[in-house]
């Protein structure tokens, strides 16, 4: 094969600008290095340098600007015999700035290609993290006022192994492309070009200017001597294989059939420190217990040890699409914090929906069935109130029965803490 340049699509830039040269290099380093089009990966985000993965007859990934060092990590992670291209611009090194701290910290198997023209070239020439103080851009005078980064330099301290930086218009491009992704590890290239369409409309930029410029620059030695580690993909292989295999997860088979048919959606309103979510989840494992399918949505506060804690689960025989509750059958209202916190569902419920209410709490007016509880006349504590009202509701065989509920507490609990749940099911029930 003579090229992996997509016929169908050819390269088209500005005239003169550089990323054409650097197009035609790495088609040509592909080729030097023997690689087909399968052996290849070419992962961009957006700008002149997102264009490059409809360029090549290879495999190619188009994302977000400066987020394309995310998705070839995991491109390379899942996929480690492809050689991973990434190519960005000056613009996505700026945005995604973080992700290549990472990538230098990372050191994995990953090359990628700055093609810096010192501006935002697709969107009107402003003024990007590499844009030199004095120049003229789109954007007015922003670019006085911010340092420009020296990518290499900012690449080596965050770790990365091999950074380097020359013009696109050097006579050994395609050579310093090959030694890159030759190295095993993160390497990356700072490859300074000409911008036509925006940049040099404004700014006197030529090759030899480049060339004089980058003369002036410290010189920095590659591979980098102090960042040469494991590459991180062969690391972590090493460290997996290590590992005690991870178990699969328990099924529950179906034993029991629902006290009720059709789907069935409750809510649990409580506090912090009530075991609300944990409620949720035994809810859930009754129902699979009587092959339902499930889903529960919790709400608390960032704080989490003050505040409305709630919990929404649905029961259905059917596929669950939209998990929203409007209606539910059964209100488990515990706490004022909760209740307050979903005031508004109350004036939606009939005389078909359920209320267990902890006796102390004040509900806005409503139309539903409401189960009275004295908890403290139980000598039930709030933290255990929640599993105490889901054994009022088995013994209720609303929604979920007795031996569905026991079956539940089984599985999330063991030992001394399932004799207590089991323990406080059951005075529930009394009461």
Request: with cysteine.
């Amino acid at each position: 094969m003579s090229s992996l340049l997509n016929t169908s699509r050819p390269p088209v830039f500005c005239p003169g600008c550089s990323h054409d040269r650097i197009t035609h290099a790495l088609d040509k380093a592909f080729l030097n290095l023997g690689f087909q089009g399968e052996d290849v990966v070419i992962v961009t985000d957006i700008g002149c340098s997102g264009l490059f993965d409809t360029f090549f007859n290879t495999h190619a990934f188009h994302g977000l600007h400066g987020r394309a060092l995310t998705y070839a990590t995991g491109l390379k992670m899942a996929h480690p015999e492809l050689n991973v291209i990434v190519t960005m611009g000056d613009g996505g090194l700026g945005i995604g700035g973080a992700h290549i701290l990472s990538a230098c910290r990372r050191n994995l198997d990953l090359t990628l290609l700055v093609l810096n023209n010192f501006n935002f070239g697709m969107t009107g020439g402003q003024f990007s993290a590499t844009t030199p103080l004095n120049a003229l851009v789109g954007s007015g005078f922003l670019n006085r006022m911010e340092r420009p980064i020296d990518v290499c330099q900012v690449a080596s301290s965050a770790g990365a192994p091999y950074a380097k930086r020359f013009s696109s218009y050097a006579k050994n491009l395609v050579e310093e492309m090959e030694n890159a992704i030759r190295f095993e590890g993160f390497s990356i290239l700072d490859i300074w070009g000409i911008c036509p369409g925006r940049y040099t409309k404004r700014n006197r930029l030529t090759p030899k200017t480049i060339e004089d410029t980058l003369a002036k620059m410290p010189s920095m030695k590659n591979p980098v001597p102090e960042n040469l580690r494991k590459e991180y993909g062969r690391h972590y292989r090493e460290l997996a294989a290590h590992q005690k295999p991870v178990q699969r997860p328990t099924t529950i088979e179906r034993q029991f059939t629902p006290p009720e048919a059709g789907r069935k959606e409750v809510i649990i309103l409580g506090s912090a420190g009530q075991r609300i979510i944990t409620a949720g989840e035994i809810l859930c494992l009754a129902g699979l217990a009587a092959g339902l399918q499930t889903t529960q949505k919790n709400e608390y506060n960032i704080t989490v040890l003050r505040g409305h804690s709630i919990t929404e689960v649905i029961l259905s025989p059917e596929e669950i699409g939209y998990t929203g509750i409007e209606r539910p059958d059964v209100v488990l209202a515990l706490s004022q914090d909760g209740v307050e916190r979903r005031r508004h569902i109350f004036e939606n419920l009939d005389d078909q929906s359920l209320i267990i209410l902890g006796k102390e709490i004040d509900l806005p007016p409503c139309n539903a069935e409401v189960h009275p509880i004295d908890f403290k006349a139980l000598k039930i504590k709030p933290h255990d109130r929640a599993l105490a009202s889901l054994g009022i509701l088995a013994k209720l065989s609303r929604i979920i029965h007795p031996d569905m509920l026991e079956s539940a507490i089984k599985y999330k609990f063991r030992s001394a803490v399932l004799a207590s749940a089991q323990d406080m099911v059951e005075r529930a029930k009394i009461g």
